[in-house]
Protein backbone atom coordinates (compact mmCIF):
# COMPACT_ATOMS: atom_id res chain seq x y z
CA UNK A 1 0.00 0.00 0.00
CA UNK A 2 1.46 3.33 -0.76
CA UNK A 3 1.50 6.38 1.26
CA UNK A 4 1.21 9.94 0.52
CA UNK A 5 2.75 13.37 1.82
CA UNK A 6 0.42 15.69 3.29
CA UNK A 7 1.43 18.14 0.70
CA UNK A 8 -0.25 15.27 -1.92
CA UNK A 9 -3.24 15.19 0.18
CA UNK A 10 -3.55 19.20 0.45
CA UNK A 11 -6.22 20.72 -1.67
CA UNK A 12 -7.49 24.06 -2.23
CA UNK A 13 -9.77 25.26 0.24
CA UNK A 14 -12.97 25.44 -1.26
CA UNK A 15 -16.61 25.12 0.79
CA UNK A 16 -20.25 25.42 -1.11
CA UNK A 17 -22.73 27.01 1.03
CA UNK A 18 -26.69 27.37 -0.18
CA UNK A 19 -28.01 30.71 0.19
CA UNK A 20 -31.81 30.35 -0.82
CA UNK A 21 -31.47 30.48 -4.31
CA UNK A 22 -27.67 31.54 -4.38
CA UNK A 23 -24.10 29.62 -3.51
CA UNK A 24 -21.85 31.51 -0.70
CA UNK A 25 -18.25 29.74 -1.78
CA UNK A 26 -15.83 30.21 0.84
CA UNK A 27 -12.51 30.52 -0.68
CA UNK A 28 -9.29 30.07 1.55
CA UNK A 29 -6.33 32.35 0.63
CA UNK A 30 -4.34 30.81 2.97
CA UNK A 31 -2.78 32.09 6.63
CA UNK A 32 -0.49 34.85 8.31
CA UNK A 33 1.24 34.04 11.32
CA UNK A 34 0.71 36.70 13.66
CA UNK A 35 2.47 37.97 17.28
CA UNK A 36 0.61 38.03 20.48
CA UNK A 37 1.67 41.59 20.74
CA UNK A 38 -0.43 43.18 18.09
CA UNK A 39 -3.31 42.30 20.86
CA UNK A 40 -4.15 45.65 22.91
CA UNK A 41 -6.76 46.14 24.87
CA UNK A 42 -6.04 43.30 27.60
CA UNK A 43 -3.04 42.42 29.04
CA UNK A 44 -0.68 40.19 27.26
CA UNK A 45 -0.79 37.60 29.21
CA UNK A 46 -4.51 37.30 29.13
CA UNK A 47 -4.38 36.91 25.26
CA UNK A 48 -1.70 34.11 25.46
CA UNK A 49 -4.25 32.21 27.92
CA UNK A 50 -6.89 32.76 25.75
CA UNK A 51 -4.87 31.54 23.01
CA UNK A 52 -3.99 28.72 24.65
CA UNK A 53 -7.34 27.88 26.22
CA UNK A 54 -8.86 28.01 22.67
CA UNK A 55 -6.04 25.22 21.75
CA UNK A 56 -4.26 28.02 19.61
CA UNK A 57 -0.76 29.00 19.69
CA UNK A 58 0.43 32.00 22.15
CA UNK A 59 3.54 32.70 20.86
CA UNK A 60 2.44 32.86 17.01
CA UNK A 61 -1.27 33.40 16.41
CA UNK A 62 -2.77 32.39 13.41
CA UNK A 63 -4.96 34.47 11.16
CA UNK A 64 -6.82 32.85 8.57
CA UNK A 65 -7.49 34.72 5.22
CA UNK A 66 -10.72 34.07 3.47
CA UNK A 67 -12.36 35.61 0.97
CA UNK A 68 -16.35 34.61 -0.54
CA UNK A 69 -17.45 34.26 -3.99
CA UNK A 70 -21.54 34.20 -4.88
CA UNK A 71 -22.82 32.60 -7.50
CA UNK A 72 -26.50 32.55 -8.53
CA UNK A 73 -27.00 36.34 -10.14
CA UNK A 74 -25.76 37.40 -13.35
CA UNK A 75 -22.36 36.80 -13.17
CA UNK A 76 -19.83 35.31 -9.77
CA UNK A 77 -19.02 37.97 -7.35
CA UNK A 78 -16.46 38.49 -5.25
CA UNK A 79 -16.20 40.06 -1.74
CA UNK A 80 -12.64 40.99 -1.41
CA UNK A 81 -9.80 39.08 -2.93
CA UNK A 82 -7.17 37.86 -0.63
CA UNK A 83 -3.62 38.83 -0.32
CA UNK A 84 -1.77 37.94 -3.89
CA UNK A 85 1.43 37.65 -4.73
CA UNK A 86 2.70 39.93 -1.96
CA UNK A 87 2.99 38.35 1.44
CA UNK A 88 4.79 35.06 2.95
CA UNK A 89 4.02 31.50 0.98
CA UNK A 90 1.63 30.66 3.82
CA UNK A 91 -0.95 33.38 2.24
CA UNK A 92 -1.76 34.10 -1.16
CA UNK A 93 -4.04 30.95 -2.49
CA UNK A 94 -7.02 32.54 -3.83
CA UNK A 95 -6.94 32.14 -7.55
CA UNK A 96 -5.98 28.02 -6.86
CA UNK A 97 -9.09 27.68 -4.69
CA UNK A 98 -11.13 29.86 -7.14
CA UNK A 99 -10.51 28.08 -10.19
CA UNK A 100 -10.90 24.53 -8.32
CA UNK A 101 -14.57 26.29 -8.12
CA UNK A 102 -14.44 26.27 -11.90
CA UNK A 103 -14.31 29.70 -11.96
CA UNK A 104 -11.77 32.26 -14.25
CA UNK A 105 -11.25 35.36 -12.91
CA UNK A 106 -12.48 36.78 -16.73
CA UNK A 107 -15.86 35.29 -16.04
CA UNK A 108 -15.88 37.55 -12.25
CA UNK A 109 -18.29 40.61 -12.90
CA UNK A 110 -18.00 42.79 -9.70
CA UNK A 111 -15.27 42.48 -6.61
CA UNK A 112 -16.85 43.92 -3.32
CA UNK A 113 -13.99 45.51 -1.41
CA UNK A 114 -14.39 45.43 2.89
CA UNK A 115 -11.20 47.46 2.97
CA UNK A 116 -7.71 48.10 1.47
CA UNK A 117 -5.48 46.54 3.59
CA UNK A 118 -3.27 44.17 1.44
CA UNK A 119 -4.94 41.22 2.80
CA UNK A 120 -8.13 42.00 1.15
CA UNK A 121 -6.94 43.83 -2.18
CA UNK A 122 -3.02 42.74 -2.69
CA UNK A 123 -4.93 39.28 -4.81
CA UNK A 124 -6.61 41.93 -6.97
CA UNK A 125 -3.41 42.82 -8.83
CA UNK A 126 -0.22 41.07 -10.27
CA UNK A 127 3.25 41.54 -9.21
CA UNK A 128 3.45 44.00 -12.13
CA UNK A 129 0.82 45.96 -10.95
CA UNK A 130 -1.24 45.01 -13.87
CA UNK A 131 -5.47 43.98 -13.07
CA UNK A 132 -6.13 40.25 -13.05
CA UNK A 133 -9.58 40.24 -13.16
CA UNK A 134 -9.97 41.55 -16.20
CA UNK A 135 -13.61 42.82 -16.95
CA UNK A 136 -14.49 43.43 -13.01
CA UNK A 137 -16.10 46.16 -11.55
CA UNK A 138 -14.20 47.04 -8.64
CA UNK A 139 -16.57 47.76 -5.89
CA UNK A 140 -14.75 50.28 -3.03
CA UNK A 141 -16.58 51.52 -0.22
CA UNK A 142 -16.42 56.05 -0.25
CA UNK A 143 -15.62 56.00 3.47
CA UNK A 144 -12.51 54.12 2.61
CA UNK A 145 -11.61 55.54 -0.82
CA UNK A 146 -11.82 59.17 0.89
CA UNK A 147 -9.28 57.80 3.36
CA UNK A 148 -6.75 55.84 1.21
CA UNK A 149 -7.25 58.17 -1.51
CA UNK A 150 -7.40 61.47 0.03
CA UNK A 151 -4.78 64.37 -1.57
CA UNK A 152 -1.75 64.25 0.44
CA UNK A 153 -2.85 61.36 2.93
CA UNK A 154 0.39 59.16 2.17
CA UNK A 155 3.01 62.07 2.97
CA UNK A 156 0.75 62.34 6.62
CA UNK A 157 1.10 58.49 6.82
CA UNK A 158 3.64 57.15 9.49
CA UNK A 159 6.53 54.81 7.43
CA UNK A 160 5.04 52.12 8.19
CA UNK A 161 1.86 52.90 7.01
CA UNK A 162 3.03 54.85 3.34
CA UNK A 163 2.88 51.13 1.76
CA UNK A 164 -1.23 51.19 2.42
CA UNK A 165 -1.58 54.65 0.51
CA UNK A 166 0.34 53.69 -2.24
CA UNK A 167 -1.67 50.14 -2.71
CA UNK A 168 -4.63 52.20 -2.86
CA UNK A 169 -3.74 54.34 -5.64
CA UNK A 170 -2.12 51.25 -7.41
CA UNK A 171 -5.58 50.01 -7.38
CA UNK A 172 -7.25 52.84 -9.25
CA UNK A 173 -4.62 53.02 -11.28
CA UNK A 174 -4.82 48.95 -12.25
CA UNK A 175 -8.93 49.51 -12.50
CA UNK A 176 -9.35 52.67 -13.74
CA UNK A 177 -12.95 53.56 -14.68
CA UNK A 178 -14.05 50.14 -13.66
CA UNK A 179 -13.52 51.29 -9.93
CA UNK A 180 -16.86 52.39 -8.78
CA UNK A 181 -16.98 54.13 -5.24
CA UNK A 182 -19.95 52.84 -3.41
CA UNK A 183 -21.98 54.42 0.40
CA UNK A 184 -24.30 52.28 2.53
CA UNK A 185 -27.13 50.42 0.97
CA UNK A 186 -27.74 48.21 -2.09
CA UNK A 187 -24.52 47.84 -4.12
CA UNK A 188 -26.06 44.91 -6.22
CA UNK A 189 -29.12 43.07 -6.15
CA UNK A 190 -29.50 41.62 -3.17
CA UNK A 191 -25.91 43.03 -1.14
CA UNK A 192 -26.08 45.98 0.90
CA UNK A 193 -23.12 47.60 2.25
CA UNK A 194 -23.24 48.06 5.87
CA UNK A 195 -20.57 50.56 7.48
CA UNK A 196 -18.13 48.70 10.20
CA UNK A 197 -16.06 51.64 11.04
CA UNK A 198 -13.03 51.41 13.21
CA UNK A 199 -10.74 48.72 11.54
CA UNK A 200 -10.14 51.36 8.88
CA UNK A 201 -12.09 54.34 8.81
CA UNK A 202 -14.30 52.77 6.04
CA UNK A 203 -14.17 49.39 6.78
CA UNK A 204 -17.62 47.64 5.70
CA UNK A 205 -19.48 44.41 5.81
CA UNK A 206 -21.72 42.90 3.47
CA UNK A 207 -25.29 41.06 3.67
CA UNK A 208 -26.12 39.15 1.09
CA UNK A 209 -30.35 38.31 0.92
CA UNK A 210 -31.62 35.23 -1.09
CA UNK A 211 -35.26 34.64 -0.41
CA UNK A 212 -35.90 34.49 3.62
CA UNK A 213 -32.64 33.65 4.15
CA UNK A 214 -29.11 36.39 4.67
CA UNK A 215 -25.81 35.96 5.46
CA UNK A 216 -23.89 39.02 7.07
CA UNK A 217 -19.92 38.85 5.66
CA UNK A 218 -18.35 41.08 8.44
CA UNK A 219 -15.02 41.43 6.60
CA UNK A 220 -12.62 41.98 9.69
CA UNK A 221 -14.88 42.47 13.13
CA UNK A 222 -12.64 39.57 14.41
CA UNK A 223 -9.35 38.44 13.82
CA UNK A 224 -8.12 36.02 16.51
CA UNK A 225 -11.38 34.32 17.42
CA UNK A 226 -10.03 32.56 20.44
CA UNK A 227 -9.42 36.00 21.83
CA UNK A 228 -11.91 38.54 20.64
CA UNK A 229 -15.07 36.57 21.21
CA UNK A 230 -14.68 36.42 24.48
CA UNK A 231 -13.24 39.60 25.09
CA UNK A 232 -14.44 41.74 22.15
CA UNK A 233 -12.53 44.41 23.90
CA UNK A 234 -9.45 43.45 22.81
CA UNK A 235 -8.10 45.18 19.37
CA UNK A 236 -5.06 45.16 16.60
CA UNK A 237 -2.31 47.73 16.61
CA UNK A 238 -2.89 48.10 12.95
CA UNK A 239 -6.63 49.13 14.02
CA UNK A 240 -6.61 52.43 12.93
CA UNK A 241 -8.80 53.37 15.84
CA UNK A 242 -9.02 50.67 17.81
CA UNK A 243 -11.77 52.25 19.88
CA UNK A 244 -13.81 52.59 17.62
CA UNK A 245 -12.72 48.62 16.00
CA UNK A 246 -14.17 47.82 19.70
CA UNK A 247 -17.53 49.87 19.85
CA UNK A 248 -18.38 48.31 16.41
CA UNK A 249 -17.78 44.63 17.38
CA UNK A 250 -19.55 44.68 20.41
CA UNK A 251 -22.27 46.42 18.15
CA UNK A 252 -22.14 43.25 15.57
CA UNK A 253 -21.69 40.02 17.87
CA UNK A 254 -24.44 41.84 20.07
CA UNK A 255 -26.82 42.33 17.08
CA UNK A 256 -25.49 38.50 15.33
CA UNK A 257 -26.52 36.93 19.13
CA UNK A 258 -29.58 38.31 19.65
CA UNK A 259 -31.03 37.79 15.97
CA UNK A 260 -29.04 34.48 15.55
CA UNK A 261 -28.29 35.36 12.09
CA UNK A 262 -25.30 33.68 9.76
CA UNK A 263 -22.27 35.22 9.73
CA UNK A 264 -19.40 34.76 7.87
CA UNK A 265 -15.49 36.48 8.14
CA UNK A 266 -12.05 36.97 6.35
CA UNK A 267 -10.11 35.71 9.28
CA UNK A 268 -12.34 33.38 11.10
CA UNK A 269 -11.06 29.74 10.87
CA UNK A 270 -12.12 28.44 7.66
CA UNK A 271 -14.85 27.19 6.57
CA UNK A 272 -15.98 30.50 8.85
CA UNK A 273 -19.34 30.49 8.69
CA UNK A 274 -21.38 30.54 11.57
CA UNK A 275 -23.23 31.73 14.45
CA UNK A 276 -22.54 34.36 17.39
CA UNK A 277 -23.92 33.08 20.70
CA UNK A 278 -23.52 35.19 24.41
CA UNK A 279 -20.80 33.50 26.74
CA UNK A 280 -20.82 35.07 30.10
CA UNK A 281 -19.91 38.65 29.87
CA UNK A 282 -18.45 38.06 26.29
CA UNK A 283 -19.26 35.79 23.41
CA UNK A 284 -18.88 32.79 21.36
CA UNK A 285 -18.97 31.22 18.11
CA UNK A 286 -20.66 28.68 17.20
CA UNK A 287 -19.99 26.76 13.49
CA UNK A 288 -22.21 26.31 11.31
CA UNK A 289 -23.12 22.44 10.10
CA UNK A 290 -22.02 21.19 6.84
CA UNK A 291 -23.23 18.59 4.89
CA UNK A 292 -22.99 17.51 1.36
CA UNK A 293 -26.22 19.14 0.34
CA UNK A 294 -25.42 21.97 2.01
Same mark, same amino acid.
Not at 70 to 94: E, K, Q, R, T
Not at 219 to 238: K, M, N, T
Not at 258 to 265: H, I, K, N, P, T
Given at each position: ?11 ? #? ?12 ? &??? #? ?39 ? &? ?46 ? !? ?7 ? !? ?35 ? +? ?28 ? &? ?39 ? &? ?45 ? +? ?11
Amino acid at each position: MSTSSTADLVRP #GVLPWTLGDRVVVA &LND #GHIDASIGLVQGIPSEEAARLQVEGLRSPDAPRITVNAFLI &LGGPAPVLIDAGMGAGGPASVGHLMTALRACGVEPGSIGAVLVTHLHS !DHVGGLMGP !DGAALYPTAEVVIPEAEAAYWLAEGAEGRAPDGAKAG +FRRAHALVAAYGDRIRRAGEGEVLPGVEAI &LAPGHTPGHTAYRVQSGDRSLLIWGDVVHLPAIQFARPEAF &LSFDVDGAMAVATRKRILDRAAAERSLVAGMHLEFPALGSVRRDGAG +FAWVPEQWSAAS
